[in-house]
T-cell receptor, first 114, second 116 residues
Framework: GAGVSQSPSNKVTEKGKDVELRCDPISGHTALYWYRQSLGQGLEFLIYFQGNSAPDKSGLPSDRFSAERTGGSVSTLTIQRTQQEDSAVYLC????????????FGSGTRLTVV | AQSVTQLDSQVPVFEEAPVELRCNYSSSVSVYLFWYVQYPNQGLQLLLKYLSGSTLVKGINGFEAEFNKSQTSFHLRKPSVHISDTAEYFCAVSANSGGSNYKLTFGKGTLLTVNP
Protein backbone atom coordinates (compact mmCIF):
# COMPACT_ATOMS: atom_id res chain seq x y z
CA GLY A 1 0.00 0.00 0.00
CA ALA A 2 0.88 3.67 -0.07
CA GLY A 3 1.75 3.85 3.61
CA VAL A 4 2.04 1.82 6.78
CA SER A 5 -1.41 0.85 8.00
CA GLN A 6 -2.19 0.00 11.62
CA SER A 7 -5.39 -1.31 13.11
CA PRO A 8 -7.28 -0.67 15.21
CA SER A 9 -6.52 3.02 15.64
CA ASN A 10 -7.93 2.92 19.16
CA LYS A 11 -8.45 0.01 21.52
CA VAL A 12 -9.92 0.05 25.00
CA THR A 13 -9.62 -3.21 26.87
CA GLU A 14 -10.19 -4.49 30.36
CA LYS A 15 -7.24 -5.42 32.54
CA GLY A 16 -6.39 -9.07 32.10
CA LYS A 17 -7.70 -9.38 28.54
CA ASP A 18 -5.52 -10.21 25.53
CA VAL A 19 -5.18 -7.78 22.61
CA GLU A 20 -3.83 -8.04 19.08
CA LEU A 21 -2.47 -5.06 17.19
CA ARG A 22 -1.96 -5.28 13.45
CA CYS A 23 0.55 -3.63 11.14
CA ASP A 24 0.52 -3.71 7.34
CA PRO A 25 3.85 -2.32 6.07
CA ILE A 26 4.70 -0.71 2.77
CA SER A 27 4.98 -3.30 0.04
CA GLY A 28 8.60 -4.26 -0.56
CA HIS A 29 9.89 -3.07 2.81
CA THR A 30 11.80 -5.98 4.28
CA ALA A 31 12.34 -4.44 7.71
CA LEU A 32 9.52 -3.89 10.20
CA TYR A 33 9.69 -2.37 13.67
CA TRP A 34 7.40 -1.96 16.66
CA TYR A 35 7.85 0.94 19.07
CA ARG A 36 5.87 2.01 22.11
CA GLN A 37 5.22 5.66 22.87
CA SER A 38 4.25 6.62 26.40
CA LEU A 39 3.69 10.11 27.77
CA GLY A 40 7.01 11.74 28.53
CA GLN A 41 8.98 8.62 27.63
CA GLY A 42 9.67 9.12 23.96
CA LEU A 43 9.74 6.10 21.69
CA GLU A 44 10.74 2.77 23.16
CA PHE A 45 12.00 0.07 20.76
CA LEU A 46 10.17 -3.24 21.09
CA ILE A 47 11.12 -5.57 18.22
CA TYR A 48 12.70 -5.67 14.76
CA PHE A 49 11.78 -8.02 11.93
CA GLN A 50 13.86 -8.73 8.85
CA GLY A 51 11.54 -10.70 6.62
CA ASN A 52 9.69 -13.11 8.88
CA SER A 53 12.54 -13.41 11.39
CA ALA A 54 12.97 -11.30 14.50
CA PRO A 55 16.72 -10.96 15.09
CA ASP A 56 16.16 -8.38 17.82
CA LYS A 57 13.30 -8.71 20.27
CA SER A 58 15.27 -7.22 23.14
CA GLY A 59 12.78 -4.41 23.75
CA LEU A 60 9.77 -6.59 24.55
CA PRO A 61 9.08 -5.64 28.18
CA SER A 62 7.86 -9.03 29.42
CA ASP A 63 6.84 -12.48 28.25
CA ARG A 64 3.27 -11.20 27.97
CA PHE A 65 4.37 -9.46 24.77
CA SER A 66 4.92 -11.36 21.54
CA ALA A 67 4.97 -10.55 17.84
CA GLU A 68 5.02 -12.37 14.57
CA ARG A 69 5.29 -11.51 10.91
CA THR A 70 4.00 -13.64 8.10
CA GLY A 71 4.71 -13.65 4.36
CA GLY A 72 7.30 -10.93 4.89
CA SER A 73 4.39 -8.56 5.23
CA VAL A 74 1.73 -8.21 7.94
CA SER A 75 2.81 -8.23 11.58
CA THR A 76 0.78 -8.77 14.72
CA LEU A 77 1.80 -7.62 18.18
CA THR A 78 0.01 -9.56 20.92
CA ILE A 79 -0.22 -8.51 24.53
CA GLN A 80 -1.55 -11.14 26.90
CA ARG A 81 -3.18 -10.44 30.27
CA THR A 82 -3.00 -6.68 29.73
CA GLN A 83 -2.04 -4.41 32.62
CA GLN A 84 -2.68 -0.71 33.08
CA GLU A 85 0.99 0.07 32.49
CA ASP A 86 0.58 -1.32 28.97
CA SER A 87 -1.52 1.73 28.08
CA ALA A 88 0.40 3.60 25.36
CA VAL A 89 0.50 4.29 21.65
CA TYR A 90 2.01 1.39 19.74
CA LEU A 91 3.73 2.49 16.56
CA CYS A 92 4.75 0.30 13.67
CA UNK A 93 7.32 1.33 11.07
CA UNK A 94 8.85 -0.24 7.99
CA UNK A 95 11.90 0.44 5.84
CA UNK A 96 14.07 -0.91 3.06
CA UNK A 97 16.50 -3.10 4.95
CA UNK A 98 18.38 -0.66 7.15
CA UNK A 99 17.78 2.46 9.23
CA UNK A 100 19.66 4.75 6.88
CA UNK A 101 16.77 4.58 4.45
CA UNK A 102 14.60 6.14 7.14
CA UNK A 103 11.56 4.55 8.67
CA UNK A 104 7.99 5.14 7.50
CA PHE A 105 5.66 5.10 10.47
CA GLY A 106 2.02 4.17 10.74
CA SER A 107 -0.41 6.35 12.69
CA GLY A 108 -0.31 4.02 15.66
CA THR A 109 -2.75 2.14 17.87
CA ARG A 110 -3.73 3.92 21.06
CA LEU A 111 -4.23 1.20 23.69
CA THR A 112 -6.06 2.01 26.90
CA VAL A 113 -6.29 -0.63 29.61
CA VAL A 114 -9.04 0.04 32.14
CA ALA B 1 24.85 1.48 21.97
CA GLN B 2 23.61 4.94 21.08
CA SER B 3 21.67 7.52 23.09
CA VAL B 4 20.01 10.84 22.31
CA THR B 5 19.36 13.83 24.53
CA GLN B 6 16.93 16.51 23.49
CA LEU B 7 17.74 19.37 25.78
CA ASP B 8 14.37 21.10 25.74
CA SER B 9 11.09 19.30 26.35
CA GLN B 10 9.07 22.35 25.29
CA VAL B 11 9.88 25.35 23.11
CA PRO B 12 7.32 28.16 22.74
CA VAL B 13 7.92 30.73 20.01
CA PHE B 14 5.99 33.42 18.18
CA GLU B 15 5.02 33.07 14.56
CA GLU B 16 7.71 34.19 12.09
CA ALA B 17 10.45 33.96 14.73
CA PRO B 18 13.47 31.69 14.22
CA VAL B 19 13.73 28.48 16.20
CA GLU B 20 16.44 25.98 17.16
CA LEU B 21 15.67 22.58 18.67
CA ARG B 22 18.70 21.04 20.28
CA CYS B 23 19.85 17.45 20.02
CA ASN B 24 22.99 15.78 21.36
CA TYR B 25 23.92 12.16 20.88
CA SER B 26 26.31 9.62 22.32
CA SER B 27 27.84 6.76 20.38
CA SER B 28 31.04 4.73 20.30
CA VAL B 29 30.73 4.29 16.52
CA SER B 30 29.95 6.54 13.57
CA VAL B 31 26.29 7.40 13.22
CA TYR B 32 23.43 8.39 11.00
CA LEU B 33 21.18 11.13 12.39
CA PHE B 34 17.52 11.90 11.82
CA TRP B 35 14.80 14.37 12.75
CA TYR B 36 11.16 13.33 12.74
CA VAL B 37 8.01 15.39 13.31
CA GLN B 38 4.78 14.15 14.86
CA TYR B 39 1.56 16.09 14.42
CA PRO B 40 -1.29 15.39 16.88
CA ASN B 41 -2.78 11.91 16.55
CA GLN B 42 -0.46 11.00 13.70
CA GLY B 43 2.61 8.87 13.22
CA LEU B 44 6.11 10.23 12.81
CA GLN B 45 7.21 11.81 9.53
CA LEU B 46 10.83 12.08 8.43
CA LEU B 47 11.99 15.72 8.25
CA LEU B 48 15.60 15.19 7.27
CA LYS B 49 18.58 12.90 7.74
CA TYR B 50 22.35 13.05 7.81
CA LEU B 51 24.15 10.06 6.33
CA SER B 52 27.45 11.50 5.08
CA GLY B 53 28.92 14.42 3.14
CA SER B 54 27.87 18.00 3.79
CA THR B 55 27.21 18.61 7.46
CA LEU B 56 24.35 21.00 6.67
CA VAL B 57 21.26 19.05 5.75
CA LYS B 58 18.08 20.57 4.34
CA GLY B 59 14.72 18.93 4.84
CA ILE B 60 11.05 19.45 4.21
CA ASN B 61 9.01 22.45 5.32
CA GLY B 62 12.05 24.77 5.38
CA PHE B 63 13.87 22.97 8.19
CA GLU B 64 17.60 22.35 8.24
CA ALA B 65 20.05 20.73 10.64
CA GLU B 66 23.79 20.79 11.10
CA PHE B 67 25.88 17.81 12.11
CA ASN B 68 28.71 18.76 14.45
CA LYS B 69 30.89 15.75 15.15
CA SER B 70 33.15 17.44 17.70
CA GLN B 71 30.17 18.56 19.76
CA THR B 72 28.14 15.40 19.00
CA SER B 73 25.19 17.59 18.11
CA PHE B 74 22.55 17.70 15.41
CA HIS B 75 20.45 20.80 16.09
CA LEU B 76 17.35 21.54 14.02
CA ARG B 77 16.66 25.08 12.81
CA LYS B 78 14.08 27.07 10.91
CA PRO B 79 14.51 30.79 10.18
CA SER B 80 10.81 31.66 10.37
CA VAL B 81 8.15 29.39 11.86
CA HIS B 82 4.45 29.13 11.08
CA ILE B 83 1.51 28.15 13.24
CA SER B 84 1.37 24.90 11.28
CA ASP B 85 4.84 23.93 12.58
CA THR B 86 3.32 23.28 16.00
CA ALA B 87 4.14 19.63 16.65
CA GLU B 88 6.48 17.32 18.54
CA TYR B 89 9.95 16.86 17.10
CA PHE B 90 12.11 13.81 17.68
CA CYS B 91 15.83 13.44 17.09
CA ALA B 92 17.07 9.91 16.38
CA VAL B 93 20.38 8.13 15.84
CA SER B 94 21.53 4.83 14.41
CA ALA B 95 24.92 3.22 14.01
CA ASN B 96 26.10 3.45 10.40
CA SER B 97 27.70 0.04 10.35
CA GLY B 98 27.84 -3.18 12.26
CA GLY B 99 25.13 -5.45 13.48
CA SER B 100 22.88 -2.81 15.02
CA ASN B 101 22.56 -0.43 12.08
CA TYR B 102 18.87 -1.26 11.71
CA LYS B 103 17.75 0.35 14.94
CA LEU B 104 16.80 3.98 15.50
CA THR B 105 17.19 5.28 19.04
CA PHE B 106 14.99 8.28 19.73
CA GLY B 107 15.18 11.22 22.07
CA LYS B 108 12.21 12.04 24.28
CA GLY B 109 10.98 14.76 21.95
CA THR B 110 10.59 18.52 21.96
CA LEU B 111 7.13 20.05 21.78
CA LEU B 112 7.30 23.14 19.56
CA THR B 113 4.39 25.50 20.08
CA VAL B 114 4.06 28.42 17.68
CA ASN B 115 1.92 31.24 18.99
CA PRO B 116 0.31 34.01 16.91
Amino acid sequence: GAGVSQSPSNKVTEKGKDVELRCDPISGHTALYWYRQSLGQGLEFLIYFQGNSAPDKSGLPSDRFSAERTGGSVSTLTIQRTQQEDSAVYLCASSFDRANYGYTFGSGTRLTVV
Amino acid sequence: AQSVTQLDSQVPVFEEAPVELRCNYSSSVSVYLFWYVQYPNQGLQLLLKYLSGSTLVKGINGFEAEFNKSQTSFHLRKPSVHISDTAEYFCAVSANSGGSNYKLTFGKGTLLTVNP
